[in-house]
């Protein structure tokens, strides 16, 4: 399974980006797909989740400003962010889940990240 994502950039505080990924490859089973970021010397932090019916999960931090969508027949998730935050500032990784018959063998990918850097 490939992920590539796109629609990092500099942008300032209030402004507003879009991030988008596409899966490709063995996705016949995907299941959740969502975004993570890691800020300079933190860990990766969950942002945003989707199921594929539609179930969201938003951290806390963004609940309000962004917005997680898919579309699955592209196999894409978009992430919409407003409002945005110096320290909103991050590496943002997209992150999909290929479900097994057995939770335990659900296989997990990462896309290679996409910098977003929000000025003050």
């Known amino acids: 399974v490939q992920l590539q994502a796109s629609g990092g950039g500099l942008v300032q505080a209030g402004g507003s980006l879009r991030l988008s990924c596409t899966a490709s490859g063995d996705i016949d089973r995907l299941s959740i797909m969502g975004w993570y970021r890691q800020a300079p010397g933190k860990q990766r932090e969950l942002v945003a989740t989707?199921?594929?019916?539609?179930?969201?999960n938003y951290a806390g931090s963004v609940k309000g400003r962004f917005t997680i969508s898919r579309d699955n027949a592209k196999n894409t998730v978009a992430l919409q962010m407003g409002s945005l935050k110096p320290e909103d500032t991050a590496v943002y990784y997209c992150?999909?889940?290929?479900?097994?018959?057995?939770?335990?063998?659900?296989?997990?990918?990462w896309g290679q990240g996409t910098l977003v850097t929000v000025s003050s």
């Open positions: 992150k999909s889940v290929v479900a097994a018959l057995s939770p335990k063998y659900d296989r997990h990918y």
């Open positions: 989707i199921t594929r019916g539609g179930i969201t």
